[in-house]
């Protein structure tokens, strides 16, 4: 008896090791709905004018044609600062692995005009995401220079 509940013990172990180091979901469907709702999260942290909600969605090694995670943070500021509200429309989520590729519509707007831009051919600052540490974030380009 007492060498069955070792088996049971020694294989509810291995079960439990495989599982945990499983990822908790690769599956497509959550992977292009986890970077829509980050949109919309940026989207809203936009429209309440918090940078900081923003940025949280921001990878620390953020590179955008030159930009840093920093200078992306200035950016969106200075957006915020010019326009109330931001949409992204029309998104289109590309999935490679632990990369994915966002295309839409982005439209900004103020009191008496509405600025639209396809992304990223405009500016793609929100375009590059990656898979890191258990979540999706945005990553830029990586490239150093435009």
Request: net charge negative.
């Amino acid at each position: 008896m007492q060498r069955k509940f070792r088996y049971l013990v020694a294989a509810l172990m291995l079960l439990a090791l495989l599982l945990t180091g499983c990822p908790v979901t690769t599956s497509p469907y959550y992977n292009e709905s986890r970077i829509r709702d980050i949109l919309n999260y940026m989207e809203r942290a936009f429209n309440e004018h918090d940078i900081d909600a923003m940025m949280r969605y921001i990878h620390p090694e953020y590179l955008h044609d030159g930009m840093n995670r920093w200078q992306v943070r200035e950016l969106w500021l200075d957006r915020m600062a010019e326009f109330l509200l931001l949409d992204f429309e029309n998104v289109q989520v590309v999935i490679d692995d632990e990369d994915a590729y966002v295309s839409f519509t982005m439209k900004l707007m103020k009191e008496y005009e509405t600025v639209y831009s396809n992304e990223p051919s405009a500016h793609g600052d929100c375009s590059y995401f990656i898979y890191d540490h258990g979540d999706w974030s945005v990553y830029g380009n990586q490239y150093y220079f435009k």
